[in-house]
Each structure stands twice: as structure tokens, then as C-alpha cells.
């Protein structure tokens, strides 16, 4: 068995539903990890600022795939960035102001932006998702390069959001899904595994020799494109569909469980089909 790289997807997958993971347990594994010269990456839909908030005191190896693949951050230094083009800002703002009810958040390089109509409880669940959010009067007053948008339905429509967007935005943004009620607006073409795809260039790295977690629709590509790929038993039924293989809840630490499995096998040679088939997961 060659693994050279492991992937994960934060909420819903590597956090437990309170943000949070085994910081001491992943430490010593993150330590073994790098003895192995097993990469580890983070895969997600959130801003790159909140993405490393979560591993504030580790060193610099940890590779971060933000905004859903559109940032790549690598080696401490950026390493890939996809962007909306002026016009494609333009018409989004344009198809934004139909849909005043949604809490929209618009996600540049430099920071998160959400107008300042926004209540006072929005605002602050916003803040779980964006460490850097800037509040605004009116998206004409943005001067970033913008990765995507994020929109929380806040109980509205998820079908009548993505069937406009999917007519209004054709060619320009696409909808998918990243748990907790939002929906984010990425470019075609642009997702995980366009982002991971990045990273395994600049790392010499092969697609046999990735495993990731996810468990959400914006997790879809990423899981079919690695060699190993885990939903959580919590997963959305695309994301269970898209993996090879499922592991349990993310409130029971079952990607460090399968970290700890990695690490044993390569340690000692053995082969993780057989261990994974016969211990901790079953094919999807």
C-alpha cells in the first residue's frame, strides 16, 4: 500500500457537531504522520482564515483546500487561486438582489462579506464559518477577488434557490450543497477535486495514493476522484453514493479511528483493503 496523502472535509466529517476534535489525539497521529511522510490536507468549503484557526499551533505542513477547491494554500505560501471574473461578479450581485431572504455571504481572498442588514444572530453564526467578516452596505462597495458565495436558506426553498440558480447563473456559478442549510455558489469546474488535483501536482502525488472523508454534496467529486474515499455515516445520500467505502459518525472520532488504521498498516506492511473489509468499513 502506497498512501502519500490524506484528505478531510471539516463540518460533518473531521469536527464534531460543536466544532471541535481530539486536538491530543490528532497531534500525536499528526507527529506519526509526518515520520511516514504522509501529507494532510484539509478540504472545505469555509474560508481559508477559519481553516487554519483550527490548527493554530501546529507547524506549516498542513495543506488547506478552501472555498471548495478554489484556494489552494500549501507550504505556508498561496498556491492556486480560481476567481469570478468582473463580469461574473456583476451578474451575481444581479441574481443576489432577488433573494434578499437568504443570508448571503460573499467570500473573497481577503475576507468574508455579509451586509450589515444582517441581524445580530446572523451575523454571529456566520462568524462559526469565517474568521475574517467584513460587515457592508451594499456588495459595490466589495474590492476583493471573489472565490464563491455562500447562502444560508434560513428555512427557505433549497429547490426554488438551486433551480434559479441552475437558469439565472448557467455557466457562471453552480449550486451545491455543504450542510447546515447552505448552499454555496462555486465555479464550474472549480470544486475539491479540482483544488486537491492542484495539490497533488505540486506534491508529485497520484490519485491511488489519496484518501479522503466528506460528507456532503460539495464532497462528491473529491470522493470519486481518490483511490480510498470515506462518507460518514452521517453523509448525504450523494456523498455515501460517491465514496468507496463508509465509516461511522462524525461525532465519534471515526476519521481518526481510520488515521490510526493507516498508520498501522504502513507501518507493518500490511494491506488496508483487506484490514478495512474485515475491521472498520464496508463498500458502499
Known sequence: MSIKLIAVDMDGTFLTDDKTYNRH????????????????????????????????????????????????WTENRELNVNHLSADAVEATYRFLENYPLYRTVICGKESAYILSTVTEEGYAASLKYYSRLKTISSYNEIDDTILKVALNLQGQCQETLTSAAHRDLSGILVPV??????????????????GMKAL?????????????????????????????????????????????????????????????????CVRDGSSFDEVLISRTAAFV
Not at 184 to 192: A, M, R, S, T, V
Not at 215 to 232: H, I
Not at 248 to 254: K, W
Open 25 to 72: 489525539r490528532f497531534q500525536a497521529q499528526y507527529e506519526q504522520l509526518k515520520q511516514l511522510n504522509i501529507h494532510f490536507a484539509v478540504a472545505s468549503g469555509n474560508q481559508l482564515f477559519k481553516l487554519m484557526s483550527f490548527f493554530d499551533d501546529f507547524d506549516h505542513d498542513i495543506s488547506f483546500v478552501a472555498e471548495n477547491g478554489a484556494y489552494v
Open 177 to 194: 450543497t455543504s450542510g447546515h442549510e447552505f448552499v454555496d455558489l462555486i465555479i464550474p469546474g472549480i470544486h475539491k477535486a479540482h
Open 200 to 264: 497533488q501536482k505540486h506534491l508529485n502525488i497520484d490519485d491511488s495514493e489519496v484518501i479522503t472523508f466528506g460528507d456532503n454534496g460539495n464532497d462528491v467529486e473529491m470522493l470519486r476522484q481518490s483511490g480510498y474515499s470515506f462518507a460518514m455515516s452521517n453523509a448525504s445520500a450523494e456523498a455515501k453514493q460517491a465514496a468507496r467505502f463508509m465509516t461511522g459518525h462524525n461525532n465519534g472520532e471515526c476519521v481518526l479511528d481510520i488515521i490510526d488504521l493507516i498508520i498501522s
